[in-house]
């Protein structure tokens, strides 16, 4: 169960994304810090985890325990959300079967791969 990875840069930290994610939909359940994860919370079957994984770099990961398309419906919206807002200045969206997005310099692009 990888899931789906968004990666946040610039000032962006786990209440804006919290902030991000709560307005696309409440989650079910809530709880942090839990291992690792700042943040972990479960909305519509999807497994939410926020982690502060290098300094300045915020990972949300998105995963489906029904192997449907709610993971990716999850993190595009909210790759989409908070990147329409500071303090993000870059972000990317990866995952397995999934074409890379790049966020930079208000534009989002995809990124070709090999």
């Given at each position: 169960?990888d899931?789906l ?6 000032g ?6 919290l902030?991000?994610?709560q307005?696309?939909r409440?989650f079910?359940v809530?709880?942090?810090?839990v291992?690792s994860?700042?943040?972990v ?9 926020l ?7 915020l990972?949300?990961?998105?995963v489906?325990a029904?192997?449907?398309?709610r ?17 993000v200045?870059?972000a990317i969206?990866?995952?397995p ?7 930079r310099?208000g ?7 090999s």
């Amino acid at each position: 169960m990888d899931g789906l990875r968004v990666f946040l840069w610039g000032g962006a930290e786990a209440d804006c994304a919290l902030r991000a994610l709560q307005a696309l939909r409440p989650f079910q359940v809530l709880d942090g810090p839990v291992g690792s994860a700042a943040l972990v919370g479960v909305r519509d079957g999807v497994l939410v985890e926020l982690n502060d994984s290098d300094p300045g770099t915020l990972e949300v990961r998105f995963v489906d325990a029904h192997r449907s398309r709610r993971a990716w419906i999850a993190a595009h919206s909210f790759f989409w959300m908070v990147t329409r807002h500071p303090p993000v200045d870059e972000a990317i969206l990866t995952g397995p079967g999934v074409a890379p997005l790049h966020f930079r310099e208000g534009r989002i692009r995809h990124v070709q791969t090999s």
